[in-house]
């Protein structure tokens, strides 16, 4: 299997708006939801303009995206990593994450936040090297947490 990884374009708005929405959907189910964002095309269209979201391929199908944001010199943040049912279990996810810490080669601290329910991206995330570091409620009142992860280099 060969996971490559692509900067995406205006073109892929709309492919990619459907692939978030299709791998986030046990997601909504669970959480009532989507991450922020990732219903609008607009919201993609503004995250391509930053030139760190990727296009996720498995061989020669798009299998899913990642966007980045560097926080620093030294720090990037992973916002977003999906791919969707067809590629999971594949070794897909570990890839992509060796792959985009290529990309980032100054970058000595990673960070990023998943669900508290997650527990099958605690588990992969884990076996990445982060670290769970902290979590919190992004809305008060609501009892839905986000569990903060690091990684550092």
């Not at 996971?3 to 299709?22: C, F, G, I, P, T």
């Amino acid at each position: 299997m060969v996971a490559k990884l692509e900067r995406a374009n205006v073109a892929d708005a709309l492919v990619l708006k459907a692939l978030s929405m299709d791998a986030f959907s046990p997601g909504f189910e669970q959480y009532g939801g989507f991450p922020p964002g990732v219903d609008s095309i607009d919201w993609h269209l503004t995250q391509i303009s930053t030139g760190h979201y990727y296009k996720i391929y498995y061989n020669d199908e798009l299998a899913g995206g990642i966007l980045t944001e560097p926080t620093s010199d030294t720090a990037t943040e992973i916002k977003l990593l999906y791919i969707t049912d067809n590629f999971q279990d594949k070794q897909l996810g570990s890839q992509v994450i060796t792959l985009i810490e290529q990309c980032y080669p100054a970058t000595k601290k990673w960070s990023l936040v998943t669900p508290y329910k997650s527990y099958r991206n605690h588990h992969f995330y884990e076996k990445q090297g982060y670290l769970k570091v902290g979590e919190f409620q992004p809305e008060p009142d609501d009892v839905f947490r986000l569990f903060q992860y690091e990684k550092q280099k």
